[in-house]
């Protein structure tokens, strides 16, 4: 079964801290992935593809075929990360399935 | 470049009430999906499309119907409104799996 994973519904770090947001898979395919990021009332934007292997805003993901996880990494924490975070695979054609997302907070 | 615009961004429904939402892309993108983001289920997919003419269901598309009469227009209409379509919905387009989707702004819908 098609299936993505993020076990933390509510994630809160201090500013400056390190922050990892977990997103595991399971997908009989080669697996293609994304982070997308949703601030405040705000529509959804992607953050990531595993496939470009970017570094967007200070974030970083690297995918482990397996450990079937794509977790979403970032050093130091700033205030303005606080949003929901969501990990989303493709599962056929151009559909993306999406985890249940994280709401991120970072503390001043 | 607008992008991808939905209306109304915000209405009140009583149940039973039928209704349309709009999604419109500037983008010429062929690919467009309608999804709901409840609390707690994240994103759960309803209907896409792959290009004028050809729609498809996702996971939850009871009670939804969609059409794809041109590459820019994808409507998402609710037949009879039921309390548990309370939701946001969003528009996604996009052009290639590799590249991602293009969200809308939703539409933050309740269903009394």
């Known amino acids: 079964a098609q299936r993505v994973t993020q076990p933390e519904k509510l994630l809160s770090v201090f500013k400056g801290a390190p922050v990892e947001l977990k997103c595991n898979y399971s997908?009989?395919?080669?697996?293609?992935l994304f982070w997308y990021v949703q601030y405040s009332r705000q529509r959804l934007q992607l953050l990531l593809r595993?496939?470009s292997r970017e570094s967007i805003k200070g974030f970083t993901a690297d995918l482990n075929k397996g450990e079937t996880s794509f977790h979403l990494k970032k050093p130091f924490a700033q205030e303005e990360d606080s949003a929901m975070y969501y990990c989303?695979?493709?599962?056929?054609?151009?559909?993306?399935?999406f985890g249940e997302g994280t709401q991120l907070t970072v503390n001043p | 470049n607008a992008g991808v615009t939905q209306t109304p961004k915000f209405q009140v429904l009583k149940t039973g009430q039928s209704m349309t939402l709009q999604c419109a892309q500037d983008?010429?993108?062929?690919?467009m999906s309608w999804y709901r983001q409840d609390p707690g289920m994240g994103l759960r997919l309803i209907h896409y499309?792959?290009?004028?003419?050809?729609?498809d269901q996702g996971e939850v598309p009871n009670g939804y119907n969609v059409s794809r009469s041109t590459t820019e227009d994808f409507p998402l209409r609710l037949l009879s409104a039921a309390p548990s379509q309370t939701s946001v919905y969003f528009c996604?387009?996009?052009?290639?799996?590799?590249?991602?989707?293009?969200f809308g702004s939703g539409t933050r819908l309740t269903v009394v």
């Open positions: 989303a695979l493709r599962t056929g054609g151009s559909r993306l399935t």
């Open positions: 997908y009989s395919g080669s697996p293609e």
């Open positions: 595993h496939i």
């Open positions: 983008m010429n993108h062929e690919y």
């Open positions: 499309s792959v290009g004028a003419g050809i729609t």
């Open positions: 996604a387009i996009g052009q290639g799996a590799n590249y991602g989707y293009t």
